[in-house]
């Protein structure tokens, strides 16, 4: 399942994190998730909870930020955010557009806890 290879990823990513820093616990783990990214929000959360099990940390928590889908526009310079897939500039109508946000699915935070030296 796509979103099952997305999180096992994540948590290596994380788990790489992890070791580099020292943590000896991983709390919450936040990514963001863009309406174009092709990513379910839901099917993500139930493979962290299969998923978290064999990992490390299994009481950690996965937050999800959803962001909105920002375009700029190469015709007007304005930045819009786009609600019903329609790439139309909301200014100027423009289809002259470039995607911002929205098409990722990315690790933004990771609350860790850091061993104290000594
Ligand atoms: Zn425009």
Do not use: Y
């Not at 889908?69 to 329609?86: G, K």
Request: contains cysteine.
């Amino acid at each position: 399942m796509h979103e099952e290879s997305l999180v096992r990823s994540l948590l290596h990513q994380v788990e790489e994190l992890a070791r580099q820093h020292h943590a000896t616990e991983v709390e919450d783990i936040e990514v963001e998730i863009g309406p174009l990214s092709g990513v379910e929000s839901l099917l993500v959360q139930e493979a962290f909870e299969r998923l978290k099990d064999g990992c490390k940390w299994p009481n950690c928590t996965l937050t999800i930020t959803p962001v909105g889908l920002m375009v700029f526009c190469n015709q007007c310079s304005e930045e819009s955010e786009l609600f019903d897939f329609q790439f139309i500039c909301t200014h100027c109508g423009s289809t002259s557009l470039r995607i911002l946000s929205g098409d990722a699915f990315r690790l933004l935070n990771v609350r860790m806890q850091i061993e104290s030296a000594g």
